[in-house]
Structures are given as C-alpha cells and as structure tokens.
C-alpha cells in the first residue's frame, strides 16, 4: 500500500514536472514576447526593403562627396604649402 | 456484449484519429520536400481576365475604409477592374463611406440592400453582387482585409489553366500581438495555410476556398446556381460544388492579406460555433455526392471525406477518451493491448485538429522564431473548440428535427482593432 502510494506520489510529481516545464517556454515568450508578429507579408517587405535600399544608395552618395570634398581640400592645402614654402 | 460493441468503437474511432494524425504527418513532410523545388508559378504577362470584386458588408464602418484604400492601389489594370461593395442592409456609415469611394474612383461602385431584401447573410449578400457583376474572374474580400497590392495578379494567374474553378489565397492575422487568444488563432492560420493548403494544392487534393481572399469562374458558380443560402458555411458549400462538378481548385499560397482576427472568447465561440454547424451541414449535404463521383480520383475522395468531417473529430476524440478510460477501468483486454492508442489518441487530442509538428513547421517556414513557443497553449483553445463542435452539433441535429434548416447566421463583429497594428502603412504611403 505504501509502495503504490509512492509509486502514485512519484508518478504525479513528474507529471506536473513534464507540464511545468512543457509550459515554461510559452510563459516566457507570453509575457516577455520576442516574436509577436504581425508576420510581414512579401507586399510590405518588399517597400520596406526599397526604403532600406534608398536610403542605404544616399548614405553611399554622401560618403562619396564627403571623400571628394576631403581630397580636394588635402590638394588645396598641399598646394597652399608648397606655394608658402620659400624655395 | 456490450463490452465487445464499445472496444469495437473505440478501435474504430482510434484508427480514425490516427488516420488524420498520418494526413497531417504526410502535409508536413510534402511541404518541407518541396519548399525549395516548388517556385510560385510565372505570370503570363498576355493572361489579364477582367475581375470583379466583391466586399460584401454588413456594418463595417470601423474596417471599410481601409480595405477601400487598398483597393485603390491594386497593381492590375483599372480597366479590367471593377470592385462592387455590397452594402448589406447596413445600419450604420458602412454605406455613406462606400459611396465616397465610389465617387473617387470609377472603378468602384456600391449595391445597396435595404432591410427588407437584405441582412440575410454572406451567401445572399454574395449572390446579389454575382448578379451585378461582369468580370470573368470573380474575387470575394470581407470587409476586415488589407490585401497586398499585387493580389489579384497572384491569384488570378492560377485561372490561366482553363480546368481551375477557384482559387483559395492566404489570409494572416494582422492583429496578431493583441492577446493570447490572436496570438493562438495566428497559429492556427500557420498550420492551416502555410501547410494544409499548401500540402493539398502540391498533392492535387481539394485547398478548400474560404470565400475571402480567393476567387473563382464566374460562369461555373452562375451554373451550379450562385452560393446556396441555406448554408452557413457556402464557401466550403461552394469548394465541393466545383470539385463535384469536375474542376480544379488551387491554393496561392503568396497570395497574402491581412485579416482582423476575432479578440475575445466569445467572438471566437460565436464564430466557430457557425463554422462548425456550417461544415457539418455541408458533410450532410456532400459526403455521400463525394464518396460515389466519378469525377474526383480516389486521393481528392480521402481527403475530401476528411475535410467534410473535420469537425466531428474534436467530439470524436473526447468520446474516444471517455470510452478508453471506462474501458481501463472495466479491465477491458483488448484496450490494454493497444495501450498505445492512448498517448496517439493524446497528442491529437492536444494538438486542434493539427499536431504540433504541422503547426511548427510552419511557423519555421515563416521565418517565426518564438512564437511556436506558445503551442501548449493550443491544448485550452482545443478544450473550448471541443464543446465548441458538440454544441453545433446539437444544435444542427435539434434544428433539422424542429425544420430550421440554417439558424442564425451570426455576423464577426469588426471593430478595426487589426488597424493599430499595421506595420509600414506610413512608409507604403510615402512610395505610393
């Protein structure tokens, strides 16, 4: 009789165990959500990713204009200096 | 004698839950073996049908404006385009908004149903904009969708084969994030789309079309007499008609739309409970029709008596569990031969009509990360669907004895709470 009853003890101990843990996971992603969605369809990726890329072709312009600008202004300042320098 | 009438039953109903738990097994691994051998079919640039669509709404007011302003920047061709909005006895501004529309784009125009020829329900709304409506190719939207811009191209490509009757899109829940109950239905929209479709239209099954999001001919549905609206569910009604009748229907699973999914336990009751009447309904009226044609291969028979009695099978289970465990308890020898019956019987009985394993296939096939997380939970929304499809159940059996063949109709309440959560509506505008 003992035996049984520890038997059944122990069989309910690991099953709320197995459930707890079963549960666990969905406990956390419900009340600390990483993936909520709304998933985004292909409609909205697609713009979303345009915006990406317009943006990102912009910042390589400017990156290319600020390189110019600092080369000019490296040459003007060379020259300036060579034509300061008494020879 | 009686005992060997019950193990007999519960053998039975188990072989008849393992075998939904094998369709399930095979849909998973079709989809996963053809992910990458499996492109979306190429346009035909030369295919352009005209299209009309149909919204049919029955006070809509926080959600028709919406789904307008998407219609308003479709990618087809405006000229092959018209889109009717059944303003279905509506009480409130859904009609006054419809016709601002309307007046800004040619394109669009409103069909008025007063109370008296009205209120009647999505199939006689549906049919009303049928009889108004001249495209070759016929889409229906509810009102609570926001369609991505290229849809009816998507959809409309599959008609190119002169053998497709219907095509079936894919719907996505848009408000999603709102709670526990919208996080599990997009779960269960996951498994039902991304897999069970897709697996049907990839083995040449029958996708059921679910009256939104999809289309079909309209010289086929004109033939087999419009929707039939004593069905509380004619789009499953609709899908075995054209099957019956021969024609195909496909599933464009990148055809997507943003859907508002219902937010609190009752709505979502309210909701099954008619799904759930309706595709019983439509089981009575089909079974034996898809059991005898001549037109379906043996494969489309299957699955079709499947998918007519998918939603006996919650009830199915909880009998199957409550004649097991009597069976236990009565020392029944044959139950504990097939003691492994039980934990088979279990893990549908937990797993909302499709295992785990389907639905988190599919979340992996979306690109989801966490969300499969919240799968356990499913096992509280299969309880509530259990007594969900009893109900209709005995709802359907004491209708028919007393002669109300249909029942109320019981419209989802829209109150555009999916608006909140879209996403890049500000940047879509700013490119249009």
Known sequence: MIESLFGFTTLVGITCVAIILMFLPAVVELKKPQDAGPRLILDFQKRTLSHAKLNLTNIEEEFKLENQQITRMTIIHVMENLEASPI | ??????????????????????????????????????????????????????????????????????????????????????????????????????????????????????????????????????????????????????????????????????????????????????RLIALERIGGYRIDQEARDILGLVPQFGGTVGGFRRTIVECLGGFDESMLTEDTDLTFQISLAGYKIRYAGDAECYEEAVHTWKAYWRQRHRWAKGHMQVCFKHAFKVLTSKKLKLRQKIDGLLLLHIYFLPVLILLSFILGAWLIIAGSPIVSALWFTIPLSLYSFIGNYAPFFEIGIGAYLDGRKRTQWLMPFLIFSFFYNTLICSKAFFDLAAGRLIGNKQGDWGKTEHLGSGNRYIPFLGAMEAYD
């Open chain 2, 1 to 182: 004698m009686i005992n060997e009438i019950l193990e007999s039953t519960f053998i039975a109903f188990t072989l008849i839950i393992s075998l939904y738990l094998i369709r399930h097994f095979i849909f998973t691994f079709i989809v996963l073996r053809n992910v990458r051998t499996r492109p979306f079919s190429k346009q035909n640039v030369n295919y352009e049908p005209t299209v009309s669509i149909l919204i049919p709404a029955h006070n809509e007011e926080f959600v028709i404006s919406k789904i307008l302003e998407k219609m308003a920047r479709l990618s087809y061709d405006k000229e092959k385009i018209e889109i009717i909005i059944i303003d279905d006895a509506s009480s409130d501004e859904t009609g006054n908004i419809a016709e601002e529309y309307a007046k800004l784009y040619n394109f669009m125009k409103v069909l008025h149903r007063d109370a008296l020829t009205g209120g009647k329900g999505k199939a006689a709304a549906l049919n009303a904009g049928l009889g108004s409506s001249t495209g070759e190719i016929v889409l229906c939207f509810d009102a609570d969708y926001l369609p991505s811009s290229d849809i009816v191209t998507k959809i409309v490509r599959k008609f190119e084969d002169p053998n497709v009757g219907a095509v079936q899109g894919r719907p996505v829940v848009l408000n999603e994030p709102q709670n526990i109950l919208t």
